[in-house]
Structure formats: structure tokens, C-alpha cells
């Protein structure tokens, strides 16, 4: 799956496709404006993908202070104040979409 496609299935389904991985779901329900269903399998996801999504779905919530937290968990930096929540989404994506190959 590329980026385009899965853009296209956040916007045409009601539901992640089958087969995603845990982390790449995180992020599409994230996209589905469904933070709470999103926060619940970030928090069962382990390592630095976990932790990422993890910073990420507290920045969108405004909790900066949780949100650098985790980022220093994932071994990331804080996006540069002003970075547009949906290019970070996208930045998270693309790794994510690339690391399955």
C-alpha cells in the first residue's frame, strides 16, 4: 500500500482495511478523527512506533508537555512549533509505510 492509498481508505472507510499492522491502524484512526479508539492500540504497541504515535495523538490533543514525553521515548525531536499536524501524519505514515516493505 502506498501513502495515496491509504489517504483514500481513511476517506472511504468506515473501518482500517484488513491486514494492517497494529501501528499503521494507530495512524489511520488517527486520521479518522478517532483519537480515543487510536490512543487504546498505541498504548499496546511497543518500541519506537508506539511511542511516536503515542507523542503524536497527545500533540493533537494539546498536551504538549505528555506529548514531548513520548517523543523523547521514540527517540525523536519535537516537531518545530508550527509543523502542521497532518504534515507530521504524513511524515509518520511514510516511515511507517516504508518499513513494511
Same mark, same amino acid.
Given at each position: 500500500?502506498?501513502?495515496? $492509498? ?5 476517506? &472511504? @472507510? ?13 495512524? #489511520?484512526?488517527?486520521?479518522?478523527? =478517532? #483519537? $480515543?479508539?487510536? *490512543?487504546?492500540?498505541?498504548?499496546? !504497541?511497543?518500541?519506537?512506533? /508506539?511511542?511516536?504515535? *503515542?507523542?503524536?495523538? *497527545?500533540? !493533537? &490533543? @494539546?498536551?504538549? @508537555?505528555? %506529548?514531548? +514525553?513520548? +517523543?523523547?521515548? %521514540? /527517540? =525523536?525531536?519535537?516537531?518545530?512549533? @508550527?509543523?502542521? !499536524?497532518?504534515? &507530521?501524519?504524513?511524515? !509518520?505514515?511514510?516511515?511507517?509505510? &516504508?518499513?513494511?516493505?
Amino acid at each position: 500500500m502506498n501513502l495515496n $492509498d491509504f489517504i483514500k481508505s481513511t476517506d &472511504e @472507510g468506515e473501518n482500517p482495511p484488513e491486514g494492517m499492522n497494529a501501528s499503521l491502524r494507530a495512524m #489511520w484512526l488517527a486520521r479518522a478523527n =478517532k #483519537w $480515543d479508539q487510536a *490512543h487504546d492500540l498505541c498504548q499496546e !504497541i511497543e518500541g519506537v512506533d /508506539g511511542a511516536w504515535i *503515542h507523542a503524536y495523538l *497527545h500533540r !493533537i &490533543e @494539546g498536551d504538549l @508537555g505528555n %506529548a514531548a +514525553y513520548w +517523543y523523547s521515548v %521514540a /527517540g =525523536k525531536k519535537v516537531p518545530a512549533r @508550527g509543523l502542521p !499536524i497532518d504534515r &507530521e501524519w504524513t511524515a !509518520i505514515v511514510k516511515v511507517m509505510l &516504508e518499513e513494511c516493505g
